[in-house]
């Protein structure tokens, strides 16, 4: 029996970069219109870290779910996902340096050895760096499929980092963050149990393949999707 079909992946990609655009244009009405509570920057704080920290999610629950529906066109959309919690970990980051710190550097590293949630938090954005700076396909290119998806792997630590700090930082109920760690393990169990690739008709490492055409994160050219 044919599967039914699935859908666009365009479709997809675009259906998710509107609904990335939510929370921003949701908090940038909020600004505009005063309807961000008593403590706007906290508002802006708190939403920003937690649609980062989502989408990070997101973007490692590609692999596991691509692996139980098959579904190219899910791990075309990673990438996107993994550039908007970028672009939400830019505008958390961005929110404490002006809104908080007001670019008091002296003030920011004094803040940071009175909570050192803060240095996991700097910590976690340091890792996103050159995971959003390679994503394009060029670097992909650049890099080959095995090393760009070996330093892809960073984005688990990344995850883990974005979890400490978060955790860190709550001072009584646990419970969500305690939650993002219990799902960072069941991702991190179910990338560990990848099985191993069938075995299809031997090839000679020696003989070349031929390129194919480059799609970033896709099984194309990264192997199975996986990071
Ligand atoms: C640029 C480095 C970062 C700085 C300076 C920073 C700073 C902060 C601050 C000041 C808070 C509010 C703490 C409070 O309520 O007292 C916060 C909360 C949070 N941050 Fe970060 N952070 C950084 C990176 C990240 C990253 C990379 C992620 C996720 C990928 C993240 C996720 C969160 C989350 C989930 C919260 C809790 C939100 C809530 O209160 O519900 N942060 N961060």
Same mark, same amino acid.
């Given at each position: 029996? *044919?599967?039914?079909?699935?859908?666009?992946?365009?479709?997809?990609?675009?259906?998710?970069?509107?609904?990335?655009?939510?929370?921003?244009?949701?908090?940038?009405?909020?600004?505009?219109?005063?309807?961000?509570?008593?403590?706007?920057?906290?508002?802006?704080?708190?939403?920003?870290? #937690?649609?980062?920290?989502?989408?990070?999610?997101? %973007? #490692?629950?590609?692999?596991?779910? !691509?692996?139980?529906? $098959?579904? !190219?066109?899910?791990?075309?959309?990673?990438?996107?996902?993994?550039?908007?919690?970028?672009?939400?970990?830019?505008? !958390? $980051?961005?929110?404490?340096?002006?809104?908080?710190?007001?670019?008091?550097?002296?003030?920011?590293?004094?803040?940071? @050895?009175?909570?050192?949630?803060?240095?996991?938090?700097?910590?976690?954005?340091?890792?996103?760096?050159?995971?959003?700076?390679?994503? *394009?396909?060029?670097?992909?290119?650049?890099?080959?499929?095995?090393?760009?998806?070996?330093? !892809?792997?960073? +984005?688990?630590?990344?995850?883990?980092?974005?979890?400490?700090?978060?955790?860190?930082?709550?001072?009584?109920?646990?419970?969500?963050?305690?939650?993002? @760690?219990?799902? #960072?393990?069941?991702?991190?169990?179910?990338?560990?149990?990848?099985?191993?690739?069938?075995?299809?008709?031997?090839?000679?490492? %020696?003989?070349?393949?031929?390129? +194919?055409?480059?799609?970033?994160?896709?099984?194309?050219?990264?192997?199975?999707?996986?990071?």
């Amino acid at each position: 029996m *044919t599967p039914p079909p699935s859908p666009r992946p365009h479709r997809l990609r675009t259906a998710l970069f509107l609904l990335g655009l939510i929370p921003a244009l949701r908090l940038a009405v909020g600004v505009r219109t005063g309807g961000l509570g008593a403590d706007p920057v906290a508002t802006i704080t708190a939403t920003t870290g #937690l649609w980062s920290l989502n989408l990070l999610f997101a %973007s #490692l629950a590609i692999t596991p779910l !691509h692996r139980l529906t $098959g579904w !190219h066109g899910l791990v075309r959309a990673r990438r996107m996902l993994g550039l908007f919690a970028f672009f939400y970990a830019c505008l !958390h $980051g961005a929110a404490y340096l002006v809104f908080e710190q007001f670019f008091d550097w002296a003030g920011m590293l004094a803040d940071i @050895a009175k909570r050192p949630f803060l240095a996991a938090g700097g910590l976690g954005f340091a890792l996103m760096l050159p995971l959003a700076a390679t994503s *394009t396909d060029g670097m992909v290119r650049r890099l080959g499929g095995r090393s760009w998806r070996r330093l !892809h792997r960073l +984005a688990y630590l990344c995850a883990l980092v974005a979890v400490l700090h978060y955790l860190w930082l709550v001072k009584r109920d646990i419970t969500l963050p305690g939650l993002y @760690a219990l799902a #960072l393990c069941a991702l991190l169990a179910a990338r560990m149990a990848r099985p191993r690739r069938s075995h299809g008709p031997a090839r000679s490492r %020696s003989i070349p393949r031929k390129p +194919a055409p480059l799609h970033i994160g896709t099984d194309e050219n990264t192997g199975q999707g996986d990071q």
